[in-house]
C-alpha cells in the first residue's frame, strides 16, 4: 500500500517546515508531541517526514518473540514512506537496531528510523542513505538481550505516545511526534508561526525595532492553548 495524495501533499506541505514550526503548533492546540533527548545520529542527517511503523522492545523475558526478527515483521508491516518508530523505553546499554535492520528498512521504501533507545552500525546507515535519530551509540549486540514486544501497536517514543499512523516530524532540532488527526490541524498553525516568524525577520532587516515587531504580532501570546 502507497501514501495516498491527499497525504503526500500534507508531508509536502510538512517538509517546508520545521520541527520548532511544528511544535509551536502542537502547542497552541494543547498537545504534548514534543519526545525528550532523541536527535539526529550524525551530522547532516537528513530531515524525515512521514507515517509511524511503530516496533515495542522490551528486556528479556518479559516477551518472547525475537527482537530481531520483531524488527523486520515491523518493517514488513510498514508502508513506503512510513517511518519506523522503536519504543525501547530509552535504555542506553543496548543496541535497538543495526544495519541488517535499516537495509530492510531502505529495500521496503521506509524512509527512516526514530528510536528511543540507543544503535551500532551508524557507517551503514549513512551508506544507505538512512536517516536514523536516537539517544546515542553504542557497539553491544540487540541479540539475546531484549525481546519483541510486539509491532503496529501504540508505543512510547520519549515520554510521548506513538500509535500507527501518527506522523513523525524529525530534523536537527529533534522529533515531534503529530497525532494522526490533528495532522490538518497542526499543519495550519505550524504555517503561520513560520510566516510570522519570516515577517518579523523581515520587519528588523529593514530597520524595524525588534521589540516593536514582536509586540505587533503579539509574539508572546501565539502558542498559548485558544488565543
Not at 99 to 123: E, K, P
Not at 141 to 146: A, E, L, P, Q, V
Not at 148 to 174: E, K, M, R, S, T
Request: aromatic letters at 6%; glycine letters at 12%.
Amino acid at each position: 500500500m502507497t501514501q495516498d495524495a491527499a497525504l503526500k501533499a500534507m508531508i509536502a506541505e510538512y517538509r517546508l517546515l520545521s520541527t520548532a514550526n511544528v511544535s509551536d503548533g502542537l502547542d497552541r492546540l494543547g498537545i504534548d508531541g514534543q519526545p525528550l533527548g532523541i536527535d539526529p545520529l550524525w551530522d547532516n542527517c537528513a530531515k524525515i517526514v512521514g507515517p509511524a511503523a511503530t516496533l515495542k522492545l522490551v528486556p528479556v523475558g518479559e516477551a518472547d518473540e525475537s527482537p530481531v526478527l520483531g524488527t523486520l515483521e515491523a518493517v514488513k508491516r510498514g508502508h513506503p514512506g512510513d517511518i519506523l518508530v522503536i519504543d525501547q523505553g530509552g535504555v542506553m546499554d543496548i543496541n535497538s537496531y543495526g544495519g541488517v535492520a535499516g537495509f530492510t528498512t531502505r529495500q521496503f521504501g521506509l524512509v527512516g528510523c526514530v528510536i528511543d533507545g540507543v544503535t551500532r552500525d551508524i557507517d551503514e546507515y549513512k551508506q544507505l542513505g538512512l536517516p536514523v535519530y536516537g539517544k546515542g551509540r553504542i557497539t553491544k549486540s540487540i541479540r539475546n538481550r531484549c525481546a519483541c514486544a510486539g509491532y503496529a501497536i501504540p508505543v512510547q517514543l520519549g515520554g510521548v505516545p506513538v500509535h500507527p499512523g501518527d506522523l513523525i516530524f524529525a530534523d536537527d532540532n529533534g522529533v515531534c511526534v503529530i497525532p494522526q488527526q490533528h495532522m490538518a490541524e497542526v499543519l495550519k498553525f505550524a504555517k503561520l508561526f513560520k510566516t510570522v516568524e519570516d515577517t518579523i525577520v523581515e520587519e528588523v532587516r529593514k530597520g524595524v525595532d525588534p521589540v516593536e515587531a514582536h509586540d505587533k504580532v503579539r509574539y508572546d501570546l501565539m502558542t498559548k492553548q485558544g488565543y
